[in-house]
C-alpha cells in the first residue's frame, strides 16, 4: 500500500509522466465518469460525482479539462469541467449534442449532433457547423481532429450491413469532404496525432468479421489489423461487439468495450496495436463503456 501511495503522489506531482484510463461505469443504471492508473485490472474511483446521466468522456490533451455527454431533460448536452473540480464550479454547458472531441490545442470542443458535426470553443462561444452531409446520408459514424486544421469523419446511409459509406477529411477552412477510406467508419486518432485506428465489418449468415485496422497519419499507409470474429454458437466463444475504440495514453495499445465471453455486460479492455495481449481491465455485473487513454 505505501508503494502505492508514493506512485501516486509522484503522479500527482508529474501528472505527465503517468497514464490514465477514463471511462463510464454504468453500475448506478446511469452514466458515471471514472478514472485509474492504466493497469491490469483497473482499480477505478470517480473522476466527480453528479446526479446525472453523463457518458462519453473526452479528456483534453493537457489533462486539465474532460468534455462530456450528458442528459439533461431528455436531451443530450456537451459539458466541459475540470478533471479535479470536485464541487461543480468550472462546470459548463455549451450546446446539444454527442461525442465532444478535443482538437489537438485543446481550444476548441468537435461533437456531433442530428447528423451532422459541429465545433465550439470551450467557453461556450462560437458555435459553427462544420459538415453538410446531405438529405441521404448522416455523419454519426466517428470524428476526430486528424490535425489542428483538418476533421476525419466516417459517413453513412444508417446503421445496417453495407450502410457504412467510408471515412471523410474535410479541412475546416473549406466546405466540401474528401473521401480517403471506403467502407471504413468510427475513425479514432493518436494522441501523437501520427495514426488512426478506424474499423469494417463483413457479415456472414454464420455471423460477423470486425477488423481494426491502423494506418499512418497522414500517408494512410497501413500499419496494423486486429481481427474479431462473432460467430454465435461457437464451441470456442470469444468476445463480442467490441466498439468505443480509443488509444492509450501513450499511443502503444488501443482500449475497447466488448462483451466477455458467456456473459451479458460490456467491460473494458486493451489489446496491443499488433492484436497481440489481449487484457481485460475490469470484471463486474454491470456495463462499463467508452475507454480513453488520457495523461
Known sequence: MKKILVFLMACLVMTSGCAFVAYVSQESGKGQLMTALEGSPLNPSP???????????SVSHDGKWVAFKRVVGGFDRIIVRQTGDAAGTTEKDLAQGTRPRWAPGDDWVLFRNQGKIYRIRPDGTSLAQITNPGTTVTDNFGHAYWNANTIVFGRGTGTGPGQVVGIYLQDLAAASATG????????????SGTMMACEVKYYFGWGIVHYISIFEIPSLQYLYTIQFTYAPGSPSPSITGVSGVAFSADDSRLFFSAIPP?????????????????????TNTWDDVYPEGYK
Open 180 to 191: 480517403i477510406l471506403s467502407g471504413y467508419s468510427m475513425p479514432a486518432v493518436a494522441h
Open 47 to 57: 473522476l466527480f460525482v453528479t446526479a446525472f446521466d453523463d457518458s462519453m468522456p
Open 262 to 282: 458467456n456473459e451479458t455486460k460490456r467491460e473494458i479492455y486493451s489489446i496491443k496495436l499488433d492484436g497481440s495481449d489481449l487484457k481485460r481491465l475490469l
